[in-house]
């Protein structure tokens, strides 16, 4: 039977290298019997004697062997772990450790994480409370099966050597550092240890929407896709649709997308850019012209070309919501937050990068034409409940271990849910949280997962 709990740790010259000192009471509660225990941190285990004592509360240790352990930093900082006890195999585990696994450090900067600093320190505050020893980690950091070299917050980062981790997040930026030589071989060493790691990759759009077909349920919400392979069938479905997007299916933050209208009043083609103003459309006579134009810029990367909406919108600026779903501290998928996004004037798509502007439910819904249709308090159960959807089938049909996803959902003017698209990296970036507390519930809910993935749970602490 494993239970688990917290305790702090000190150091003690007075004690010999192979020998712990633990509080009586945990020693009775745990029904710790063995004389001789393993004692774990990571990947680095120690065989020790343990003398049960009632006149402490933490867990003392000779300085030599909170070296060995990785534990100094713990140490230095006063952060109580949670510890489990395996009574079978007499295995006191220590913990958690979590990495997160982010691009080469800008050392000597205010912002060694560039736009996720402010995240970072956030995400280290919150660990630090909740009995987790959490650091940064780039690919490069390997140093033994046993340590790492990684950063570490207190009022500023410094680089440590600590335990390997009981479970690493993956915030790698780009895709190409994530398919980077380093990157593949840290992930490799991870899957050696049997080391779990969440959000485990990038994936693209084009196998997002083929693995959510084969839900029945979650293909109901999904415009018509394909992946572009031909021309043709920009006509085909323009055809059908009147309006299609045509998306680099690696792409981000609305960067490189085209819309192709076909205007029927001038029978003409109408082709926009989302890194261009609207009033900078150009329109072509025949679909052979406007093949011609567009041809060179298909030719360098793969596209996704997806059924045009007719989304809700505000003084025709319109609207999408991105809804955040993460697994909470028992593994499950929950809703933390739902931000709606109005585009900015001129332009087609809503992300915050191109301009777009956020805000809540409750403020955009008057001003749209679900007004009559839908309450706050309706529609932000009807986007949870498509969200939710979303992430449990797509977790299903999907290879990548999970653990939050920021889903694209829209509405058309009758009221009808879409899917625009899953982020498999939500932004972390602090200006684009409507909530004014100082940690966000998406932090918190970032550790109760880790806690749950290392196979640690919240208890209270031991007093």
């Not at 997002?208 to 109901?220: G, M, R």
Request: hydrophobic share 45%.
């Amino acid at each position: 039977m494993l239970l688990a709990s917290t305790i702090s740790i000190q150091s003690s010259n007075q004690l010999a290298d192979d020998t712990i000192l633990l509080p009586a009471k945990i020693v009775k509660k745990q029904k710790i019997e063995a004389h001789f225990i393993s004692i774990v941190v990571g990947t680095n285990h120690f065989f020790v004697k343990v003398i049960p004592s009632s006149k402490t509360t933490k867990l003392s240790i000779n300085p030599y062997l909170a070296e060995k352990l990785c534990l100094t930093t713990v140490i230095e900082h006063d952060i109580p772990l949670h510890f489990k006890y395996d009574r079978k195999n007499a295995v006191l585990q220590l913990g958690p450790v979590l990495s997160i696994l982010v691009n080469p450090i800008k050392e000597g900067t205010i912002f060694p994480f560039g736009n996720i600093t402010a995240f970072a320190e956030e995400l280290s505050e919150v660990a630090k409370k909740n009995g987790i020893l959490l650091y940064f980690v780039t690919a490069d950091a390997l140093m033994n099966a046993h340590e790492l070299e990684g950063w570490f917050f207190t009022t500023h980062w410094q680089r440590k050597r600590l335990p390997f981790p009981n479970v690493v997040y993956n915030r790698i930026a780009t895709r190409a550092m994530e398919q980077s030589e380093q990157v593949q071989m840290f992930l490799n060493t991870l899957n050696k240890l049997n080391i779990p790691y969440f959000n485990s990759r990038f994936f693209n759009k084009d196998e997002v929407f083929k693995a959510l077909e084969q839900d029945l349920t979650a293909a109901a919400i999904l415009p018509q896709s394909e992946l572009l392979t031909q021309l043709e069938q920009i006509k085909l479905m323009l055809r059908k649709h009147h309006t299609v997007y045509i998306k680099p299916i690696d792409g981000r933050l609305g960067k490189g997308i085209f819309r192709i209208q076909y205007v029927l009043d001038s029978a003409k083609y109408k082709l926009e850019q989302a890194n261009q103003s609207l009033e900078k459309a150009k329109y072509f006579s025949t679909f052979d012209r406007l093949i011609t134009h567009l041809k060179p810029k298909l030719s360098k990367q793969k596209y996704q070309i997806q059924q045009g909406i007719k989304l809700i919108h505000i003084n025709h600026n319109p609207i999408d919501f991105r809804v955040l779903v993460q697994k909470n501290g028992k593994g499950q998928w929950t809703v933390t937050s739902i931000v709606a996004r109005t585009a900015a004037d001129n332009v087609f798509v809503s992300n915050i990068a191109k301009g777009g502007a956020i805000g809540t439910v409750a403020k955009i819904l008057p001003d749209t034409s679900l007004s009559s249709m839908y309450t706050a308090e309706s529609l932000t159960l009807e986007l949870k409940k498509n969200a939710l959807l979303i992430a449990k089938a797509f977790e299903a049909n999907f290879s990548a271990v999970l653990g939050e996803l920021g889903i694209d959902l829209a509405l058309d003017e009758n009221g009808k849910v879409w899917l625009l698209e899953i982020n498999g990296k939500p932004s972390k970036l602090t200006k684009a949280k409507v909530q004014t507390v100082k940690i966000r519930p998406s932090v918190k809910m970032l550790i109760a997962y880790s806690l749950f993935i290392s196979g640690f749970k919240e208890r209270e602490r031991s007093k």
